[in-house]
């Protein structure tokens, strides 16, 4: 409870609601808000990209092969980011492919976070036998890189979009079971969990409503910060032929197409690049600001 001296008496303030807290630490990071912001402007634009371009993605355009962005001489303002080697329109392209990129990038998240919070919690509640089985699963899943171990499943399963999501959650995993495993042990430990499971409450009810809710603020960082992993996994995968497949304007499998014309096309090679960078860069922003605003030790005096 705040107050404040107006003609000379005393108004008690209400204290900020949680959200209003939050969101003044998280404001007070330029970077983050920066970042916020960019990330929004790229979800919208692949939410509204056919209000945003007159063009089709795949459509091939002959009488404009490899046609430089409007800045470079031979530039037209038909095609604003230029064309590729196919005739196809880069900005479609882009804001196409960033659908592609963010729905890869949130499944992963969604997913892996599911599948961590219920192996964390079991693992954290049951202990023993189960819970040294979850943790040398996971120990052996991080013990191999994650591009590799990614490359394995799709050796395995095939090349394609959901296969794509599937191998990046497999390799994404381990982050979020063992954060919930870690957090749920420290809060079990404490008297308030001590208190519940006196009064008679069940084991589940227990790890959801009690538990759970302590350990979501990590949980979230981790949440935000995977879904620019799992972007760049993608984009990896897709360079390499083994992501989403031709012609999906999928900003990894561009670089692939585009590795050859990066002195005589540049622009083409250049743009999804761009891209890739943009989006991971804003939304790691977005997440440090997050962490800083959620940890109360690391907000700024």
Known sequence: MTSETVTGEVVQLAPPTRFAAFWRAFSENRGAVVGLIVVCLIVLSGVFAPLLTSYNPLEQYRDAVKLP????EGGSWSHVLGTDPLGRDMWARLIFGSRLSIFIGLSV???????GVAL???????????????????????????LVFAIMIIAVIGPNLVNTIVAITFVFLPRYVLLVRSAA??????????????????????????????CVAPLMVQAALGVSDAILEAAGLGFLGLGAQPPAPEWGSMLA???DLITSAPWVMAMPGLAILITVLAINLMGDGLRDALDPRLRRS
């Open 69 to 72: 962005p409007i800045w470079a």
């Open 109 to 115: 998240m969604l997913v892996s976070t599911v599948i």
């Open 257 to 259: 197409d585009a590795r």
């Open 185 to 214: 042990r420290v809060e079990l430990t404490k008297d308030y969990v001590t208190a519940a499971k006196v009064s008679g409450l069940r084991p589940l009810r227990l790890m959801l409503t009690t538990v759970l809710p302590n």
């Open 120 to 146: 964390g919690l079991i693992a954290a509640r049951v202990g023993g036998l189960l819970d040294t089985i979850i943790l040398r699963l996971m120990d052996l899943i991080m013990s191999i890189p994650d």
